[in-house]
């Protein structure tokens, strides 16, 4: 592949975008977009779709769950692979999140060091 692949984070916490930019950037080498809002994330998902969508699940205003169907409902957006980042990791909200259809789950807190490999290791992408 000739150039990175494309993150878009979406989540509200400024915090964990910062981090979790820098380290798919330094450590995974992609190139990471992101949003602090469901609304925010779907525009930028819709202009230009990225490879992967990283998406927080507790969010004010659109949550992660109603911001992945939303997702669905476009062509543009529609293929992207989603991966959910939630505190919740009880089996009943795992198994709910997972007849979704997301591509997959992390919890957070998330080890920003093991990020990049959870997410290649999620979508089967080579190093």
Not at 79 to 82: G, K, L, Q, Y
Not at 85 to 97: G, I, N
């Given at each position: 592949?000739?150039?990175?692949?494309?993150i878009?984070?979406?989540?509200d916490d400024?915090?964990?975008?910062?981090?979790?930019?820098?380290?798919l950037?330094m450590v995974?080498?992609?190139?990471v977009?992101t949003?602090?809002s469901g609304?925010?994330?779907l525009?930028?998902?819709?202009?230009?779709p990225?490879d992967?969508?990283?998406l927080?699940?507790?969010?004010p205003g659109?949550?992660g769950?109603?911001?992945f169907?939303?997702?669905?409902?476009?062509?543009?957006?529609c293929?992207?692979?989603?991966i959910l980042?939630?505190?919740?990791?009880?089996?009943?909200?795992?198994?709910?999140?997972a007849?979704?259809?997301?591509?997959?789950m992390?919890?957070k807190?998330?080890?920003?060091m093991?990020?990049?490999?959870?997410?290649?290791?999620?979508l089967?992408?080579?190093?």
């Open positions: 592949m000739d150039h990175p692949r494309r878009l984070l979406i989540d400024q915090g964990i975008r910062e981090v979790a930019r820098t380290v950037e995974g080498g992609y190139d977009e949003a602090a609304l925010e994330g525009g930028k998902a819709r202009t230009s990225p992967a969508i990283l927080d699940v507790m969010m659109l949550d769950p109603e911001t169907a939303l997702l669905q409902e476009h062509p543009e957006t293929n992207v692979p989603v980042l939630t505190a919740k990791t009880q089996p009943a909200d795992r198994s709910r999140f007849s979704l259809g997301v591509a997959g992390l919890a807190p998330f080890d920003p093991a990020l990049s490999d959870q997410i290649a290791g999620t089967g992408w080579q190093p």
